[in-house]
């Protein structure tokens, strides 16, 4: 925040793009299966019938999910590059998923979808977490949304300032579209163009608010930024990336492992949500009776590690 003071060449200076660059151009390979994977699947999207559509869908969800491990808070500000095909992993990665509101996501969206007039929108809105391979991720499944019509609009909010080390910002988040866009590889660079065509056509929408580098929990947003929480109550559907967004949703308390999660939002219900996190934060709720134990029992670290991952909602069922 102190360059934001300064004069340019400085004022918005990121002393965390070096390393951001870099775990994007070391997860190429896994860029390019990503994009690939979802050009081959716009050939055919019409014409998947329901129970296609909705796998595809879950797959992009667990991608967006897994990408999350791709964080420099995590590493000390060592890169984390993505080397490994996601899609060839989830599978076995399933076992690690700790709460699966899938379904839910679905069942909201796919609700939406077959009462949705010619003239009304569906929107999704995503808070950010980081930038590079992640980003990517989370753009490949704003994409699905959009082309599988599940969605009309995607509404992104990342971070005014260089903040927490990878988080996305403006200039991140138009650098890595730019990247891809003048990729040697064919379905990367289409990625790029599409992608700078939904916003060019304003499908894509992007946001920022100081209010997400303050240090207010998400509970106080109505009193410290009503502006951005009536934005939010616009949505069908918040997406929320990543740890740190956990823990300011949560409070960042000690809760038991069994609290509900509607409970630790603390009033906190702009609109349906769901977090979507690799947990690396000493914070998680709304496990089932012991789960929690039996984990601490088998795997002392598991909160804090990013092995495991959630995609916890709230809203109505």
């Not at 014409?47 to 796998?55: G, M, P, R, S």
């Not at 999704?124 to 704003?142: H, K, P, R």
């Not at 599988?148 to 990878?166: M, Q, R």
């Not at 949500?273 to 496990?287: P, Y």
Request: hydrophobic share 40%.
């Amino acid at each position: 925040m102190l360059f934001s003071y300064f004069s340019p060449p400085i004022d918005d200076f990121d002393i965390f793009k070096e390393l951001k660059d870099q775990n994007f151009f070391e997860s190429q390979e896994s860029i390019i299966a990503l994009c690939t994977h979802l050009q081959d699947l716009m050939k055919t999207i019409e014409d998947l019938d329901e129970n296609q559509l909705k796998n595809e869908f879950f797959k992009v969800l667990q991608i967006s999910l897994w990408g999350n491990k791709c964080d420099l808070s995590l590493s000390g500000g060592k890169t984390i590059s993505q080397k490994i095909n996601l899609i060839n992993s989830l599978e076995d990665l399933k076992p690690f998923i700790l709460v699966n509101d899938m379904e839910h996501l679905w069942s909201l969206l796919s609700n939406c979808k077959k009462k949705r007039g010619k003239a009304s929108i569906t929107r999704v809105d995503i808070v950010l977490d980081n930038s590079g391979f992640e980003l990517v991720t989370d753009l490949v499944l704003a994409d699905l949304l959009l082309s599988s019509k599940l969605a009309t609009e995607i509404h992104f909010y990342g971070k005014t300032i260089p903040w927490f080390v990878s988080d996305t910002t403006l200039h991140d988040f138009n650098w890595v579209i730019e990247q891809l866009k003048h990729s040697n590889h064919k379905w990367v660079s289409k990625c790029g163009v599409d992608w700078e065509n939904h916003i060019r056509m304003g499908r894509w929408v992007y946001l920022d608010h100081m209010f997400w580098t303050l240090p207010h929990e998400f509970s106080a947003m109505p009193h410290v930024a009503p502006d951005l929480y009536a934005t939010l109550q616009k949505a069908h559907l918040i997406l929320f990336k990543g740890d740190l967004n956990y823990r300011k949703l949560t409070g960042d308390r000690r809760w038991e492992f069994t609290i509900p999660f509607h409970e630790a939002l603390n009033g906190f219900h702009p609109a349906p949500i769901c977090s979507i996190r690799t947990l690396k934060a000493e914070v998680q709720v709304g496990l089932q009776p012991g789960q929690g134990e039996q984990l601490t029992a088998s795997v002392p670290n598991w909160l804090t590690i990013g092995k495991y991952g959630i995609f916890q909602f709230d809203g109505p069922l």
